[in-house]
């Protein structure tokens, strides 16, 4: 029997919902900003519950499409509400939690040492770490590129090559769960704060410091809405 021939899935209701307003955003124009209609209204319209309806922005919050602001409605954070499959948050959901914990075990000490070991060249690039990524969030964007530059760059400085492997085992882990903090609401800001408690621990030769500065930006890190949600 031929492989293209599979089981049909039904697709879940509130799929059809994020769907539907997939659709009505591109037919509208709309973008960065833009309210969408309330809950109630949507339920109605669509001719669906108010659960399939809150499912289906639960979804698109977790995802960081919207912001919800209770009392104050839903808008759009960009021009694309295209989601991941479900069963792509539920893997990423399982895996990050020990990401999550491997990054504070090897991040805390890498701050550690490179308080202890740093370099004037070290601490420039560290300074050039921040720039960029205020340039980015000033710009609009989640400074992504700046917050991976900064801790490459704290990485560096601790000149331990076998942690700098450990940490290169799981880049593509670390990346992800750097996408998934940044796109929370207000954390871009938050993030580079607490890039630059750490980089001043560091530039400090405060060894403790930077551990303490590092395992408190992880663990901020770690309140995300994907380990939240129940799917």
Do not use: C, N
Request: aromatic residues 2%; charged residues 30%.
């Amino acid at each position: 029997m031929s492989e293209v021939l599979r089981p049909v899935r039904r697709q879940r209701l509130y799929e059809q919902v994020v769907e539907q307003l997939r659709q009505y955003v591109t037919q509208q124009g709309l973008g960065a900003g833009d309210r969408l209609p309330p809950e109630r209204e949507l339920a109605a319209r669509l001719d669906v519950s108010r659960a399939s309806v809150k499912q289906a922005i639960v979804v698109l919050e977790v995802q960081g499409l919207v912001d919800v602001r209770h009392g104050g409605g839903m808008y759009l954070r960009g021009a694309d509400l295209r989601i991941e499959p479900v069963a792509a948050l539920v893997d990423r959901k399982r895996r990050l939690p020990e990401v999550l914990e491997a990054r504070e075990a090897l991040e805390t000490k890498l701050a550690e040492l490179a308080a202890r070991r740093r370099t004037t060249a070290d601490l420039a690039e560290i300074d050039a770490a921040l720039s960029d990524m205020r340039a980015e969030i000033e710009a609009g964007q989640l400074g992504v590129d700046g917050d991976r530059r900064f801790h490459a760059a704290v990485t560096a400085a601790a000149r331990s090559s076998l942690l700098a492997q450990f940490i290169r085992s799981i880049a593509e882990q670390i990346a992800e769960s750097r996408q998934e903090s940044l796109r929370q609401p207000g954390r871009p800001l938050r993030s580079l704060g607490q890039h630059r408690r750490i980089a001043e621990a560091i530039r400090a030769g405060e060894p403790r410091a930077a551990a303490t500065a590092m395992r408190q930006h992880v663990r901020t890190v770690s309140r995300v809405r994907l380990l939240g949600w129940e799917p």
